[in-house]
């Protein structure tokens, strides 16, 4: 199975200020046609998860233009830009090149 | 707007078989494919397996040997059968929406809580 390792386990971010959660696959998440699976999950509490980003950087539908993706390979991050309280929650990422689909462990963000 | 509900029995005792239905309501579930995915308490997501209501199907390896998912197109249902349980598989299990020919899944039902307790 293809491991997904985030870091940090945690963050705590002060409303307004940035928050970047880094994400390594043990194995090339790049697929012969050019495209990177690579995805990210939002679980706010008491809910399930919501997606956030498919194939590395395209947000999915509603998801506010301060959250982005960048990387490449087996070298992820994900940003936002200036957090608010609705950011709080546990992120996760996926990857889908290889089943069994695997999740990262995930990070905890809440407010500073 | 797709929904997805879950149900099922809140405990199970060890050694016996794990039952689930998800309801689709909105919208056919032979436009889809879907999964089962499970979050122990306090823990992350596994994902179980998935379906199209082709017949499709694919397990994780970890639980193959112990799954059925199913659809029944009648009742636009989808059904998680687990085998020989454990206090392991204790665990909030969702189902969830995927668009045919993507990977990740794009809507999830809010959960069901099963406990494997005697």
């Known amino acids: 199975d293809i491991v997904m390792t985030q870091t940090p386990l945690s963050l705590s971010v002060a409303p307004g200020q940035p928050a970047s959660i880094s994400c390594q696959s043990s194995q090339s998440l790049l697929y012969s046609d050019g495209r990177t699976f690579l995805f990210w999950y939002l679980q706010k509490p008491g809910q399930s998860p919501q997606l956030l980003m498919s194939?590395?950087?395209r947000r999915f539908s509603g998801v506010p233009d301060r959250f982005s993706g960048s990387g490449s390979g087996t070298d992820f991050t994900l940003k936002i830009s200036r957090v608010e309280a609705e950011d709080v929650g546990i992120y996760y990422c996926?990857?889908?090149?290889?089943?069994?689909?695997?999740f990262g462990q995930g990070t905890r963000l809440d407010l500073k | 707007q797709v929904q997805l509900q879950e149900s099922g029995p809140g405990v199970v005792k060890p050694s016996e078989t794990l039952s689930l239905t998800c309801t689709v309501s909105?919208?056919?579930?032979?436009?889809?494919?879907w999964s089962w995915i499970r979050q122990p308490p306090g823990k992350g997501l596994e994902w179980i397996g998935y379906?199209?209501?082709?017949?499709?199907?694919n397990y994780n390896p970890s639980l193959k040997s112990r799954v059925t998912i199913s659809i029944d197109t009648s009742k636009n249902q989808l059904s998680l059968k687990l085998s020989s349980v454990t206090t392991a598989d204790t665990a909030l299990y969702y189902c969830a929406r995927h668009l045919v020919g993507a990977i990740e899944a794009d809507s999830w039902g809010r959960g069901t809580l099963v406990t494997v307790s005697s």
């Open positions: 996926m990857q889908g090149i290889r089943l069994p689909i695997t």
């Open positions: 909105g919208g056919s579930i032979r436009t889809y494919y």
């Open positions: 194939e590395v950087s």
């Open positions: 379906m199209y209501y082709s017949g499709t199907t």
